[in-house]
């Protein structure tokens, strides 16, 4: 990662590590590393986002005017990796990372002013609904209908796989309000307060345990065409923006990368599956590519962090970036369940919330659910099939 001279990065880092010793509660790290969940814990990302917005780095990667930081590229970074090495909880990233983006780029400016600063603060949840029972990978499918009456469209359809909607409190969503032209024409994007008389949530149990996805029923809702984002029937150009920040936001790699070093001291250990791991010359060679691998994908976000800066705009370069997240997360849960061995297999629920202690060491107790809870990376967001017809069509032209 390239420096800006105009930036003491030693001088930055000290800044980010005496933040982290005298502001973030062990209790936070402690609940995190108990999680077993692709999507943090909603209440352990909300405490910590009010505790960065205090100190004014509740969205860094916003412009300065509407709240962020103006940090350069290397001081995203040297935040990123202190964040990893202090195993701070991720923030959720429905509202910071996704409908924030949108909203500073497509929203009028009352909208700006109504919700942005509830985003920073935490005063607001988000979740996000794209997908139905019938729309997944092909969006441009979606059912969910949205028909104009007076000051508000009222909203019939389902959403599905919908992370975080039994504790949000608004929903940015996709709608149809038109039939007419192609499927992509008739789409708006819509946000709709989860108190709204007609909206009800259905739990979603995942493989392994975790109540993190929901269905979502909307029986007649009513939403105000004030609550409209962009033009109607232009909600797809909302809808890729939004995305391209899902896809590429963030730096993953570097946590992968922190993971994989601990996961290779936790295999040394005696206690690591019965016996010294580390001695296991196949184990050892997986744990150097699963590094390899978290290196590569934190080269990659650096690079797409330091084209957006220079563009505006993160672009098709978040497809590879999705892919390669997906696959060393998966690749990472795999060795942590070989390194924990039989004290993989026991547990109670993954958030811990049971009365008896893990049978073993604390960290293999969620092993085996953020394993299973892993399959699904390479699928949410667009599938890692759907991302590489967008590398092939779009990056290489083939």
């Known amino acids: 990662m390239p420096l800006d001279h105009a930036v003491d990065p030693e001088a930055f880092r000290q800044e980010v590590r005496e933040f982290l010793r005298t502001e973030l509660p062990p209790a936070l790290v402690a609940a995190y590393r108990r999680s077993s969940a692709v999507v943090p814990d909603p209440e352990i990302g909300r405490e910590w986002q009010r505790i960065l917005n205090r100190r004014g780095w509740g969205a860094p990667h916003w412009p300065a005017a509407f709240g962020g930081t103006d940090w350069t590229p290397a001081q995203h970074y040297i935040f990123e990796t202190e964040c990893a090495d202090a195993d701070t909880p991720p923030v959720s990233p429905f509202g910071p990372r996704m409908i924030g983006p949108v ?49 508000d469209y009222v909203v019939t359809g389902t959403k599905i796989w919908t992370s975080s909607a039994h504790v949000a409190d608004w929903m940015f969503a996709l709608v149809r309000t038109s039939d007419q032209g192609k499927p992509q024409e008739g789409i708006s994007f819509l946000l709709i307060d989860m108190r709204s008389p007609g909206v009800s949530v259905r739990p979603i149990l995942l493989i392994g345990g975790d109540h993190e996805v929901n269905q979502v029923f909307l029986d007649e809702v009513r939403v105000p065409v004030a609550n409209r984002v962009g033009e109607e029937n232009q909600g797809w150009t909302v809808a890729k923006y939004l995305l391209e920040h899902e896809r590429g936001g963030g730096l993953a790699g570097v946590r992968f990368r922190r993971a994989v070093q601990r996961l290779r001291r936790l295999a040394a250990a005696e206690e690591a599956g ?11 060679a997986r744990l150097v590519q699963a590094e390899l691998e978290a290196l590569t994908l934190e080269a990659m976000e650096a690079r ?7 563009t505006g705009r993160i672009g098709t370069g978040a497809s590879p970036v999705m892919v390669k997240r997906g696959e060393v997360r998966q690749l990472v849960t795999e060795l942590t369940v070989e390194a924990a061995g039989l004290y993989a297999l026991p547990w109670g629920t993954p958030r811990g919330d049971t009365n008896e202690a893990p049978v073993g060491p604390d960290w293999a107790a969620p092993a085996a ?15 890692a099939e759907v991302q590489r017809e967008i590398i092939a069509k779009q990056i290489l032209g083939l």
Request: charged letters at 25%; a negative charge; glycine letters at 10%.
């Open 369 to 383: 659910a953020a394993y299973l809870n892993a399959r699904a990376t390479t699928i949410f967001g667009g599938s």
């Open 304 to 310: 797409l962090m330091a084209e957006a800066e220079r």
């Open 103 to 151: 909203l500073i780029r497509f929203g009028r400016p009352d909208q700006q002013q109504r919700f942005l600063p509830r985003i920073l603060a935490a005063e607001d949840q988000w979740c996000q609904g794209y997908s139905e029972p019938g729309a997944g990978s092909d969006l441009a499918s979606l059912k969910t209908r949205a028909v104009r009456d007076g000051d």
């Open 274 to 284: 019965g016996g010294r791991l580390t001695d296991d010359p196949a184990f050892h």
